[in-house]
């Protein structure tokens, strides 16, 4: 790690470059504030990666049958590539702002900016364990499916559990999330358009409540539609591995809250549990066919309502 690299980029970008963020330089101060961490697995973890992502996707296309294919694109990342992978993320989503015109003091204003970009990527990226990019607002239909393994290897040894065992359950995860956008190939081009027109709004200096309740309302189908299935697939028993990370989370010292809280962390969990809810008790009502039905089209999405009363979902979608 290299703070002082990390400062001087930000401070670079103040003097360099038109626009207001420096992309290049929030790359470079998110990697020099990070440990990349080492990838050099042995052959047996090579293939247990591969292994974890070929039975998630064998056993979640029997539990819950849908036909689904993993990403083209798996990779297991050290921190700097996942920095790498998730800047043009942040870059697409952040064009609308950068196009919206001048703006006071521009220099200051774009060390500002890139310095908080930085940051938030140099956290997450020493965070993250796995993730299913869709790629939303790219020009292409290409998604990835990413395990950040120093992060993977250090959580299991953090938490005291099996490190095998528990980068299976990641790889589950994320295999699960893969099976949610292959079986509804319109919700990309369905969260995308909200967070759009949200995006817009808020250039224009309104905001587009309904949009934000829409994305807020469909991310919350996506991660509780996951947990059900991991609930249902994974071939292990887990509620100790959630628990651990449960309390790793809400753990920490008070710049690591106050990370989570910017970052929304907190609303992510809560998408969660309100999600698991919901389809835990369509399952048990109808069955796993009909839970999975959500992702037919989306007028099958639940409504916020919906998501506090599943039986009008039910009455409504599975009668």
Same mark, same amino acid.
């Given at each position: 790690?290299?703070?002082?690299?990390?400062?001087?980029a930000?401070? =670079?970008?103040?003097?360099t470059?038109?626009?207001?963020?420096?992309?290049?330089a929030?790359?470079e /101060?998110?990697?020099?504030?990070?440990?990349?961490?080492?990838i050099?697995l042995?052959a047996d *973890?090579?293939?247990?990666?591969?292994t =974890?992502?070929?039975?998630?996707r064998d056993?979640?296309r029997?539990?819950?049958a849908?036909?689904?294919?993993?990403p083209?694109?798996? *990779?297991?990342?050290?921190?700097h590539?996942?920095?790498?992978a998730?800047?043009?993320?942040?870059?697409?989503?952040?064009?609308?702002?950068?196009?919206?015109?001048?703006v006071?003091?521009?220099g #200051?204003?774009? +060390?500002?900016?890139?310095?908080t970009?930085? #940051?938030?990527l140099?956290f997450?990226?020493?965070?993250?364990?796995?993730?299913y990019?869709?790629?939303?607002?790219?020009?292409?239909d =290409?998604?990835?499916?990413?395990?950040?393994?120093?992060?993977?290897?250090?959580?299991?040894d953090?938490l005291d559990?099996d490190?095998p065992?528990f980068?299976?359950?990641?790889?589950?995860h994320?295999?699960s999330?893969? %099976?949610?956008f292959?079986?509804?190939?319109?919700?990309?081009?369905?969260?995308?358009s909200r967070?759009?027109?949200?995006?817009?709004?808020?250039?224009?200096?309104?905001?587009?409540?309904e949009?934000?309740?829409?994305l807020?309302t469909?991310?919350?189908?996506v991660?509780?539609y996951?947990?059900?299935?991991?609930?249902?697939?994974?071939?292990d028993?887990?509620? =100790?591995?959630?628990?651990k990370?449960?309390?790793?989370?809400r753990?920490g010292?008070?710049?690591?809250?106050? +990370?989570?809280?910017?970052?929304?962390?907190?609303?992510?969990r809560?998408?969660?549990?309100r999600?698991?809810?919901?389809?835990?008790?369509?399952?048990?009502?109808?069955?796993? %066919?009909?839970a999975?039905?959500?992702?037919?089209?989306p007028?099958?999405?639940?409504?916020? /309502?919906?998501?506090?009363?599943?039986?009008?979902w039910?009455?409504?979608?599975?009668?």
């Open positions: 790690m290299n703070f002082f690299r990390s400062v001087r930000v401070a =670079d970008a103040s003097a470059g038109t626009g207001t963020i420096d992309w290049d929030v790359g /101060a998110a990697k020099a504030s990070v440990d990349p961490g080492s050099d042995s *973890e090579r293939d247990g990666y591969a =974890d992502v070929r039975d998630a056993r979640l029997r539990v819950a849908v036909d689904f294919e993993v083209e694109v798996v *990779e297991v990342q050290n921190r590539h996942w920095i790498d998730n800047v043009e993320t942040f870059r697409r989503v952040m064009v609308p702002f950068e196009e919206h015109g001048p006071f003091l521009p #200051l204003t774009r +060390a500002v900016n890139t310095g970009f930085a #940051l938030v140099s997450l990226g020493n965070n993250v364990l796995g993730q990019d869709p790629l939303l607002l790219a020009d292409n =290409d998604h990835g499916l990413y395990f950040v393994h120093p992060n993977i290897r250090r959580v299991a953090s559990v490190y065992r980068r299976r359950w990641i790889a589950f994320e295999v999330h893969a %099976a949610e292959g079986a509804a190939p319109w919700l990309s081009t369905h969260l995308e967070m759009e027109r949200g995006i817009d709004a808020l250039v224009e200096g309104d905001l587009d409540r949009a934000f309740r829409e807020d469909a991310m919350t189908a991660e509780g996951a947990e059900l299935l991991m609930d249902r697939a994974f071939d028993e887990y509620e =100790d591995l959630r628990r990370l449960d309390e790793r989370r753990g010292g008070p710049v690591a809250k106050l +990370a989570r809280r910017f970052l929304g962390l907190g609303l992510k809560r998408q969660y549990e999600g698991a809810r919901f389809f835990e008790a369509v399952a048990d009502e109808r069955g796993l %066919a009909a999975s039905r959500v992702w037919d089209h007028e099958n999405l639940p409504t916020d /309502a919906e998501l506090d009363a599943p039986e009008r039910i009455a409504r979608v599975s009668p």
